[in-house]
């Protein structure tokens, strides 16, 4: 699976974007797929997750009521809505295809990123 993520830019705080992640394939549907982030000088961190059919997600609290992670089988794309934007969450942002997970490390195929910069 090749995975290429779109959407990132400069925006400013309270601002929203979304980021798309489109795959290359027939086997997207049989993955769960998840975002996750890489501020300057930090590790990679979990965002949000969302299984195979899409009825199910799980976002780490700082992004609670603000993103939305969704999917698009049909499209082959995982979509992240991010809402209310912050300074801090500048970072480079990935999505990744594999087991519904909030470890980095069970994901198996990692898109090349974006980079989401939110200044005030």
């Known amino acids: 699976v090749q995975l290429q993520a779109s959407g990132g830019g400069l925006v400013q705080a309270g601002d929203s974007l979304r980021l798309s992640c489109t795959a290359s394939g027939r086997t997207f549907s049989s993955y769960a797929m998840g975002w996750f982030r890489q501020a300057p000088g930090k590790e990679r961190e979990f965002v949000a997750t969302?299984?195979?059919?899409?009825?199910?997600?799980h976002y780490a609290d700082f992004v609670k009521g603000r993103f939305t992670i969704s999917r698009d089988n049909a499209k082959n794309t995982v979509y992240l809505q991010m809402n209310s934007l912050k300074l801090e969450d500048t970072a480079v942002y990935y999505c990744?295809?594999?087991?519904?997970?909030?470890?980095?490390?069970?994901?198996?195929?990692w898109g090349q990123g974006t980079l989401v910069t939110v200044s005030s």
């Open positions: 969302i299984i195979q059919s899409g009825s199910l997600t």
């Open positions: 990744a295809a594999g087991p519904y997970s909030v470890s980095s490390r069970d994901y198996n195929y």
